[in-house]
């Protein structure tokens, strides 16, 4: 019951007291907490009031979080090279992402670096999705002055198989800081992914690295249905620390031949494939 989850918190924390009320009994209380459905939840802290209609873990943890913080971090996502809209409700869009981000106490703003040739001083992080087209090399120097102060950058490299060779010059930027993207369609062989409804363009990694990221990751599969390949580079730039987080199976390799992959076939070649 969502009594016995509340005890749960409580006897981590002296910080959190609660109390019952039914709403019947205590109508005039009701009414100033401005409660007009059952099994609703008011949490109150450091000046701030939160209610939440559907009373589980992952609502109360996020309220909990909206009324502890003292301020708001800022994301920004780049925008104006075809990327996934924050308001597209559809399956490639990001407008779900947008509100899990902002319930956990996010603020989620655009950010047109074509127009504002600075990322803002307030940017907790700065988010590159799956971009369809190159930055230009003003929207580049900002997130690298950006960077340069100390700055977070997350980009995440779409892949299209028709078009393995695009975001060249996106490509060429993130090599500046020892890492090459690959130019291909990452192919796994290992039957672990047919066991999970998947095929050979979606690989099932059981390989982490020791890092925070992946620190509880553990036995967990993570599937990643049609990726490129990503590597350190051999010398990295001076300044700069990498590491890897995932890898794939020994039975994997990186098919550079994307028209044979377009025809249905595909098969290992030394000469040219990366294999693991």
Do not use: C
């Not at 407008?95 to 907790?124: F, G, T």
Request: charged share 25%; proline share 5%.
């Amino acid at each position: 019951t969502f009594s016995d989850l509340l005890k749960q918190y409580a006897s981590h924390t002296d910080k959190l007291t609660y109390e019952i009320i039914d709403p019947d009994r205590q109508p005039v209380l009701t009414k100033q907490y401005d409660v007009t459905t059952y099994n609703t939840v008011v949490l109150e802290g450091n000046g701030n009031r939160e209610k939440i209609l559907r009373p589980e873990e992952s609502t109360l943890t996020n309220a909990i979080m909206k009324i502890t913080r003292s301020t708001k971090k800022v994301l920004y996502f780049v925008a104006g090279h075809g990327e996934p809209a924050l308001t597209d409700s559809e399956r490639t869009g990001y407008s779900v992402l947008k509100q899990a981000l902002e319930d956990q106490n996010y603020v989620v703003q655009e950010l047109l670096l074509a127009r504002q040739p600075q990322v803002p001083d307030d940017a907790a992080v700065v988010i590159l999705a799956g971009p369809r087209r190159d930055l230009l090399e003003p929207e580049q120097e900002a997130l690298d002055a950006y960077l340069g102060r100390g700055g977070h950058l997350l980009i995440l490299f779409d892949i299209d198989p028709n078009q393995p060779a695009a975001l060249s010059a996106l490509a060429a930027f993130v090599k500046r800081y020892g890492l090459e993207v690959g130019q291909d369609v990452v192919i796994e062989t290992n039957p672990l992914g047919r066991l999970v409804g998947g095929d050979y363009h979606m690989p099932v990694v059981l390989t982490y690295e020791r890092h925070a990221i992946t620190k509880d990751l553990g036995n967990v599969m993570t599937m990643f249905p049609l990726v490129r390949s990503i590597q350190l580079a051999k010398e990295l730039p001076p300044g700069v620390t990498a590491q890897g987080l995932a890898s794939t199976s020994a039975e994997s390799w990186a098919e550079t031949d994307v028209s044979a992959l377009r025809e249905g076939r595909s098969a290992f070649e030394a000469e040219s494939d990366r294999q693991g």
